[in-house]
């Protein structure tokens, strides 16, 4: 059995077997520190949140639970992209809070190649953005969110949303064009 269908089994029996939910945290945890690196490079240089705070406090929120209900290792490894996205979002406003407003934690935009007068957007702007995307078409959001705060290639974007390669591409482009437009109207 190779890992990825360990995973998979370790997925749907977690629920159930404690030993099998602490198996699947040892078999993701490197995956997922992955993606808390690549979400955690976009954040800005102060940040107080580390990678494996981030690891953890995401798998807190998707340890398997009665109604967890992974369909696989891409739906499970999406719903921690998500997760992550959450709780960076959720540690900028407590931060803003705190400030009263002042000086908007920024994360880089730049990988997105899109020409922009600024290199950084607020993270809360994005994610309303990302909320009104997701409203208008949630493959969309969930393709931003993939690549852009799990780090992940189109190839394994695709696998993970079980559509083509360019059908991502493209959902790729018109995500980035999109949100740069509601983006720069937010400033």
């Known amino acids: 059995m190779n890992e990825r269908e360990s995973i998979t089994r370790l997925l749907t029996t977690a629920a159930r077997d404690p030993r099998a939910a602490a198996r699947l945290y040892d078999a993701v945890y490197n995956e997922l520190q992955s993606l808390a690196r690549a979400s955690m490079k976009r954040e800005s240089s102060g940040h107080t949140l580390q990678p494996t705070a981030l690891v953890n406090e995401a798998y807190l929120r998707l ?6 209900g992974w ?13 992550m996205r959450r709780i960076l979002v959720d540690h900028a406003r407590r931060r803003n809070a705190a400030k009263r407003g002042d000086g908007a934690i920024r994360v880089t935009f730049s990988d997105l190649n899109v020409e922009a007068e ?3 957007v607020d993270v809360e702007a994005l994610d309303e953005a990302l909320q009104q995307l997701k409203r208008e078409d949630e493959r969309l959001e969930q393709v931003v969110t993939m690549r852009y705060f799990a780090g992940l290639s189109i ?16 959902d790729w482009n018109f995500a980035r064009a999109w949100l740069f437009e509601r983006l720069r109207g937010s400033r």
């Open 155 to 170: 190839e394994q974007t695709a696998a993970a949303l079980k559509t083509s390669p360019a059908t991502v591409k493209r």
């Open 63 to 68: 340890l398997p639970g009665e109604g967890a």
């Open 71 to 83: 369909q696989n290792r891409g739906h499970f490894f999406g719903a921690a992209a998500q997760a």
């Open 118 to 120: 600024e290199s950084s």
